[in-house]
Every structure is written in C-alpha cells, then in structure tokens.
C-alpha cells in the first residue's frame, strides 16, 4: 500500500511538500507519480517519475512543482512551491511496473488514499 502524507491548507504563494511512502518492496524498474482531484473534476496527472529518475510534469505546473524519490527508502516526494488556489484538491500517489514515464491515470496499478491540499487566496 501507499501512504501520502504532508497535506495541509496554505496561502496562495506558500509551499508544501507531500510524501509518499511504498511499504512493501517495490520493483525495477517502475514508475510513480502524483494525480490530483478537485471537487467536480476528473483526476489529473501532476508529476511522474521513473525509478531511473526520469520526470515528467503536467504544464500548469512546471517551474513551481518538483517530484523527486528516494529508491533506497520507497518514498516518493512532490515539493510544491509559489501555489495558487487552482492547486487546491485531492493529492493521489500511484505505482506502476515497467520503465515507461507515463502520466495517464490508467496506467498505474496502485493507489494511496489521498492527501488534502487547500490553497487559500
């Protein structure tokens, strides 16, 4: 399973950083990232990572999001930074096997329960 934690309410231009922890062993190569759901939308894929640490991010936050991991321990990390009220929603962490740098919510075969973000104007 997969836990996300750091989750919070902030002002518009603050920071957070969320984390995700994999118990369990996870395998290479594989694939992590963050989806978010805002009431009334679909899930949307923020950032996605490969366990050779290759990134991809959704363009709305490019420049101000970073997604990072820690292989040794199974966490994966989302620093987010100049936030703004349209942030503000559900913070998923997901798994999937296999090499490929995806963010396509149907791709990743495991889910964390969500952390809740609220950005603030």
């Known amino acids: 399973p997969l836990v996300e934690s750091g989750g919070g309410s902030v002002q518009a231009g603050g920071s957070l950083t969320l984390s995700c922890r994999a118990s369990g062993s996870t395998y290479?190569?594989?694939?992590?990232?963050?989806?978010?759901?805002?009431?009334?939308?679909?899930?949307?894929?923020v950032a996605a990572i490969t366990s050779?640490?290759?990134?991809?991010?959704?363009?709305?936050?490019?420049?101000?999001?970073?997604?990072?991991?820690?292989?040794?321990?199974?966490?994966?990390?989302?620093?987010?930074n100049r936030l703004e009220p349209e942030d503000t929603a559900m913070y998923y962490c997901a798994y999937r096997s296999g090499s490929l740098l995806i963010l396509v919510e149907g791709a990743y075969n495991y889910w964390g329960q969500g952390t809740q973000v609220t950005v603030s104007s």
């Open 52 to 80: 050779n640490g290759a990134t991809t991010y959704t363009n709305s936050v490019k420049g101000r999001f970073t997604i990072s991991q820690d292989n040794a321990k199974n966490t994966l990390s989302l620093q987010m």
């Open 28 to 45: 290479d190569p594989h694939g992590m990232a963050w989806f978010r759901q805002a009431p009334g939308k679909e899930r949307q894929g």
